[in-house]
């Protein structure tokens, strides 16, 4: 395989997945990691943006901590395409030559990196749920989920340029906002034509699903097999409402047919980091908590004392959620009162 020069590459680049004009939230996430790992580094943390008409988002990524914005900005880059986003993406990355490429692992993310990774010969780690730099040799280390969570991998990318990971969203720590920063935005020369782009978006249609924000939420009540019935979750979205969150659930409540694969938080489902999270009728099974264990305060109903949802609770509660959880409503009620 062809050697790279790897001194030639520097900085950290941040995808910044944009959807109908819309800065991913993801990116925000990747900004506030990225600074990090490039303070330690002492490089430059910078964005490359793809799009039509979206160059006011520049100056969004730079107060979020990116200090160049590359821009490409184009009327075949309006929609997602693979081909056309890994051609112009691949191209800057061959000329600007950055040391590190972070990706939200978003259906976008997972499929546009592997696509660069491969024309560009180098290695990519997918769904990352932390990043290092070596304090030795300043190679990032990415650790993800293995063997269905039961392994953290670690992995380095010794070679080869740019070293690249995709990021699960809802892991890193957002950027702070600060909108007195300033930065530059630099225009790529775009080399894409039509016909270098197989794919034909014909319409977009957002999902009739209701909408669940499971990341941004500050509160989630969850609840899993231990509902019974696919009724109990009235009663969670009843605690829910009243606390002012969202509701979750465990994949053997989605695998039952109980509740949308949206709401599932677990290592196949979202990853939160809630204030308070709730779980209700859940085991805590390690795919399960893989997804919720980082949360600020954790709370578990469970009639089973010896169900491991209590070894990471912060609170515990040993009893019938369907005694509980009316007795928490009431008690809400009255302090309310
Ligand atoms: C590759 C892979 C990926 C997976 N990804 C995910 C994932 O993303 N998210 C996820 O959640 N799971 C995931 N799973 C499944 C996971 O292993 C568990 O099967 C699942 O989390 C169990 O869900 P549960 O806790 O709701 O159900 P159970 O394990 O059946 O637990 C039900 C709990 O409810 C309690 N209970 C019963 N009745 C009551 C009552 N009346 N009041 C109070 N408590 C009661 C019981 O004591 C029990 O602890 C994955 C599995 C694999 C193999």
Avoid at 77 to 92: C, M, P, Q, R
Avoid at 293 to 299: A, E, G, L
Avoid at 306 to 332: Q, R, S, T
Wanted: aromatic content about 4%.
């Amino acid at each position: 395989m062809e050697r790279v020069d790897i001194t030639q590459y520097k900085d950290i680049w941040v995808f910044a997945e944009q959807r109908q004009g819309k800065i991913t939230p993801v990116v925000i996430e990747l900004l506030g990691e990225g600074r990090k790992l490039a303070d330690v580094k002492g490089i430059k943390l910078n964005a490359i943006l793809l799009g039509k008409d979206v160059e006011n988002l520049a100056q969004e990524l730079i107060s979020y901590g990116a200090e160049k914005v590359y821009l490409a900005d184009d009327e075949l880059l309006e929609n997602y395409t693979t081909d056309g986003y890994s051609k112009v993406i691949v191209d800057a990355i061959g000329q600007i030559k950055p040391e590190i490429v972070l990706v939200g692992a978003t259906n976008i993310g997972r499929d546009l990196a592997p696509r660069i990774a491969s024309r560009l010969n180098t290695g990519l780690t997918a769904d990352c749920t932390k990043l290092e730099i070596d304090e030795e040799d300043g190679k990032i280390k990415q650790t993800r989920p293995a063997f269905g969570g039961n392994i953290m991998a670690t992995i380095i990318c010794p070679d080869n340029r740019p070293q690249m990971s995709t990021v699960r969203p809802g892991v890193m720590d957002k950027a702070l906002k600060d909108e007195t920063r300033t930065g530059e935005v630099v225009k790529l020369n775009i080399d894409l034509k039509e016909s270098d782009i197989r794919t034909k978006v014909l319409e977009i249609v957002k999902s009739a699903h209701e909408k669940v924000s499971l990341t941004d939420a500050n509160i989630i009540v969850s609840a899993g097999k231990g509902l019974g019935t696919p009724d109990g979750f009235e009663l969670i979205k009843q605690l829910a409402d009243k606390l002012g969150g969202v509701v979750g659930s465990s994949r053997a409540a989605v695998d039952a047919g109980w509740i949308d694969r949206s709401h599932q938080v677990g290592q196949t489902g979202v990853t939160v980091k809630p204030n308070v999270y709730i779980a209700c009728g859940i085991s805590g099974a390690i795919q399960h908590l893989a997804g919720m264990k980082d949360s600020d305060i954790i709370v578990a109903i469970n009639k089973d004392a010896d169900a491991p949802i209590f070894n990471v609770a912060d609170y515990g509660i040993v009893g019938d959620l369907y005694k509980v959880i009316p007795e928490i409503i009431e008690a809400i009620d009255s302090v309310a009162k």
